[in-house]
């Protein structure tokens, strides 16, 4: 039987589009159970490491950061050195902080020119934010999970800690979906152009 329908949500679009986060890699992690996943509301907050006077450009990057409407997670790096290098993640948000911190620090040494080493020092969590020992969404997954709670028939979401997202719904077994959204979400890893070095394997999100 095939399915009903089939939505992909990627980067800034709502339904379908590219994402900017960085990923590598084609293999499957281990499933994540609903007691090891962390689920937040869609809000975010920004927490302050450090304060640093920025130049112009600089500044507007960071004003942006601190305002995006992508949401988490995110993290902005930066060096304040004669030629300062910034950069920040929270171009769709990742799936993970430490993703982000990774993701930021890499972009704003490839950029460093001169002065001391890149540093973070702002981030971009969900509401009431706990660093554990636990999977975490990005704000694009979160949004489809709370999607497939109202889709018909059998239904599966993929992603990574990249912020990777796919999920299928009107399926007519559960396997079948799931097979679906892992080969899905799997294939943009694979193809995605690479800026970190470092594999971000899939995984099927519980369905809370």
């Given at each position: 039987?095939?399915?009903?329908f089939v939505i992909t949500t990627l980067a800034a679009m709502a339904v379908s589009g590219c994402m900017t986060a960085p990923v590598q890699g084609t293999s499957a992690q281990k499933p994540v159970s609903e007691s090891e996943?962390?689920?937040?509301?869609?809000?975010?907050?920004?927490?302050?490491?450090?304060k640093v006077e920025f130049g112009?450009?600089?500044?507007?990057?960071?004003?942006?950061?601190?305002?995006?409407?992508k949401g988490y997670f995110g993290a902005f790096a930066y060096s304040s050195g004669p030629r300062g290098a910034f950069s920040y993640s929270a171009t769709d948000g990742h799936g993970t902080l430490r993703t982000a911190r990774e993701y930021a620090l890499k972009n704003c040494s490839?950029?460093?020119?001169?002065?001391?080493a890149c540093k973070i020092i702002a981030v971009l969590t969900p509401k009431?934010?706990?660093?554990?020992h636990k999977a975490t969404?990005?704000?694009s997954s979160t949004k489809a999970l709370r999607n497939l709670r109202s889709a018909d028939k059998y239904n599966a979401i993929a992603t990574n800690d990249a912020g990777y997202v796919d999920w299928v719904a009107g399926y007519?077994?559960?396997?079948?979906?799931?097979k679906e959204a892992m080969r899905r979400c799997s294939l943009r890893v694979k193809t995605r152009t690479q800026r970190i070095q470092k594999t971000y394997p899939c995984y099927l999100v519980p369905k809370q």
């Amino acid at each position: 039987m095939k399915p009903l329908f089939v939505i992909t949500t990627l980067a800034a679009m709502a339904v379908s589009g590219c994402m900017t986060a960085p990923v590598q890699g084609t293999s499957a992690q281990k499933p994540v159970s609903e007691s090891e996943l962390d689920l937040y509301s869609l809000e975010h907050q920004v927490t302050h490491y450090s304060k640093v006077e920025f130049g112009k450009n600089a500044a507007k990057a960071f004003h942006e950061f601190r305002k995006s409407d992508k949401g988490y997670f995110g993290a902005f790096a930066y060096s304040s050195g004669p030629r300062g290098a910034f950069s920040y993640s929270a171009t769709d948000g990742h799936g993970t902080l430490r993703t982000a911190r990774e993701y930021a620090l890499k972009n704003c040494s490839t950029y460093l020119v001169a002065g001391p080493a890149c540093k973070i020092i702002a981030v971009l969590t969900p509401k009431g934010y706990v660093e554990r020992h636990k999977a975490t969404l990005s704000k694009s997954s979160t949004k489809a999970l709370r999607n497939l709670r109202s889709a018909d028939k059998y239904n599966a979401i993929a992603t990574n800690d990249a912020g990777y997202v796919d999920w299928v719904a009107g399926y007519s077994s559960q396997e079948s979906a799931n097979k679906e959204a892992m080969r899905r979400c799997s294939l943009r890893v694979k193809t995605r152009t690479q800026r970190i070095q470092k594999t971000y394997p899939c995984y099927l999100v519980p369905k809370q």
